[in-house]
């Protein structure tokens, strides 16, 4: 293989191979490996449930449904919000994004807000039996999903005010608005399943 | 026509030699070349394959007499504990990730991973669980003690009372390792989907890259669960949950699962790798075209997606149902057939082949040799009455020490022999390394062959002490590992004086076909920069005599003037 002819490099043509691009392939592949995650601990909720001897803790009779619900319906819709903060990134109107994208944060922190109220008011505690551990470790964990969103939202909106930075594309704003959609679905089967199903 | 030898490509192209004396440094920064990163990864990797083996030969040294003299029987459950966690976490697990990072993007021609940052992230990782992992041994209450599968109730117990113990150090271990594994999967991932070279469809990508992106995805389903698990484990430990305690109405089975869901396919994780390594490396020393390159190359994906449905074969006897034992029985079985379809195309690429056994090629052979013997007790385990009568006994011990060091370590050794000059630009001595394999075979052989008899005669696994009826065959077993444990002087005698001061490397020592054979050795920063080749045929083209890539000639011409 030593054998080298001369003549072959001057027909030789490079190849290139694109170097960019990667983000959103990597994030897609990360959402699918977090909902295994979801799904790991909705598989343990279903069987300890069906299986426990004791579900509730003594004293408590069930979940109220109520507040919750209002909570869940500000969180799937500002997924829509979301989604039309990205419509108006495309249509270039940057301040419009800007104050949609504003609103979707707030609708997240209220969510968060929505969530603590419920927590505190609660009789039982993460300790009190195997329901007591799961609801607070699933909302908990699903919880730490949005306020993630909520933060990353934020470094987006930061991001915006530096001039330019979104003339070459979105910059990372469809990651988020995907991370977005991911955990208002996430939410809609814990719902079903922790407050639908008791 | 003009004809010159001066190329503007050629000058411009040979950046400072990685591997050189001056740059050693650039191994203890956060260095973003995967090249950098592999090797720290497979050099971290063997200092705790030295930790995990030291205590190994404390297990075996207090083995080698039926009496518990050497050590405490709670040391010993602490010893073989972090044996068994070391060598996972952070010698198996850390060492493929390292041939991930070298043979990835080399030899698909990508510059670098995907993601270079959050690779050296993920590397980094690795001595902080690394650190918390030891930090164990010093925990108030000695290390973790449970075995590395930590089942509760067993886990779950903390006599002493303090918030940090063994246990807490080990899940935050496991939990992290997991982390830095999910990081490493998704860069993986995405640099083979996205980065190839033209022309490189998938059916043109050499079987190390198809068994690593199947591996890769046993870590993305897997892991969520197992770290799921451990993070209930760790509230069930130190913040007063039940989701593991029967006492407070929770299911300590339920942890089985989530453990198994992950850890069975984690053994897929590291077997296909080395499945990778066995296909790359026999085609070379038989001078022979892969058998069955689309077979095997689909059995890979075969294997991931059958080792997801496996897992309760290890719950046989934890009181699973009768119906679920025939179910895990019939899929685990099913799984002999990819694995079959592998096996029986290494064959036959050897059949009638050119032979040439240096050192890589004796470890694959030893390693495929050690690993048909693994199937067949494999398939054994999976059937439920065998495995409810030797269940737990020093037999499962035989069985998967076969799996994980007589076929995975073997074809590490193979891997990192094969291409060690390609990546350090040195040539390793041969004599130490046959001095080395021939060590490790006899002592492999002897250390867990015997341990098959001791099982089936009804030896149980995890006991510091035993009935002196299975005193033979435990004698017979630490002198294997005694002499493993002296096969490992040649080895590092090899390593270190060859990266020192060993001959120059060419190119392709091997006279292999691959792109990486088609960079200089060792490979400058960026691989093939801005020129790389287009890919035109299947990989393993040995006798064939079609060319691999487009203009093959330059690329040789340049790594040779490099």
Sequence with gaps: MTAVNPEVQ?????????????????????????????????????????TAPQWLPDGVDGLEVRMPLINSVVLVSSSFVAYGAEVCLHARKLWRFRAVWLLTMAMGS????????????????????????????????????VI??????????????????????????????????????????????????? | MTITNYDPRI?????????????????????????????????????????????????????????????????????????GTVMLFLFLFPILNGFNNLLIPTMIGAPDMAFPKLNAAAFWLVPVFATVLMGSFFAPGGPASSGWWSYPPMSLQNPLGHFINGQFLWILAVALSGISSIMGAVNFVTTIIRMRAPGMGFFKMPIFVWTAWAAQTIQLIGLPPLTGGAVMLLFDLSFGTSFFRPEGGGDPVLFQHFFWFYSHPAVYVLVLPVFGIFSELFPVYARKPLFGYKFVAIASFGITF?????????????????????????????????????????????????????????????GLFNFIFAGITGVMLATVPIDIHVGNTAFVVAHFHYVIFNTIGFGVFAGIYHWFPKFTGRMYYEGLGKVHFVLTFIGATLNWLPLHWAGLLGMPRRVASYDPEFAIWNVLGSIGAFMLGVASIPFILNMVSSWARGPQAPPNPWRAIGLEWLLPSPPPAENFQDDIPTVISEPYGYGLGHPLVEDEEFYVRRSLEA
């Design chain 1, 10 to 50: 001057l027909n030789h043509t490079p190849g290139h191979v694109k170097h960019d691009g990667h983000n959103m392939t990597g994030f897609v592949i990360f959402l699918c490996s977090e909902s295994v995650i979801f799904l790991a601990f909705f598989a343990g909720y279903a069987v300890l449930k069906l």
């Design chain 1, 110 to 145: 209220y969510f968060i807000y929505g969530q603590y109220v419920e927590w505190s008011e609660l009789s039982f505690s993460l300790s009190s039996g195997v329901f007591g551990g799961l609801f607070y470790l699933l909302t908990g964990f699903h919880g730490l999903h």
């Design chain 1, 148 to 198: 993630t969103g909520v933060l990353l939202m934020g470094l987006m909106l930061f991001r915006s005010f530096k001039p330019g930075n979104y003339d070459k594309g979105e910059m990372g704003v469809a990651s988020v608005s995907l991370f977005w959609h991911f955990v208002d679905v996430i939410w809609i089967l814990l719902f079903l399943l922790i407050y639908v199903w008791q």
């Design chain 2, 11 to 83: 000058l411009k192209a040979p950046h400072p030699v990685p591997g050189a004396p001056d740059n050693w440094k650039r191994f203890f920064s956060f260095n973003t070349d995967a090249k950098v990163i592999g090797i720290q990864y497979i050099v971290t990797s063997l200092f705790f394959l030295l930790v995990g083996g030291l205590l190994a030969m404390i297990v075996r040294g207090e083995l080698i007499t039926p009496p518990a003299d050497l050590v405490d029987p709670s040391v010993y459950n602490g010893l073989y504990t972090m044996h």
């Design chain 2, 306 to 366: 059958l080792s997801m449905i496996v897992w309760a074969h290890h719950m046989f006897y934890t009181g699973t149902p009768n119906w679920m034992r025939h179910i895990f029985m019939f899929t685990t079985m099913l799984i002999a057939v990819p694995t079959g379809v592998k096996v029986f195309a290494w064959l036959g690429t050897l059949w009638q082949g050119n032979l040439r056994l240096n050192t890589p090629m004796l470890f694959c052979l030893g």
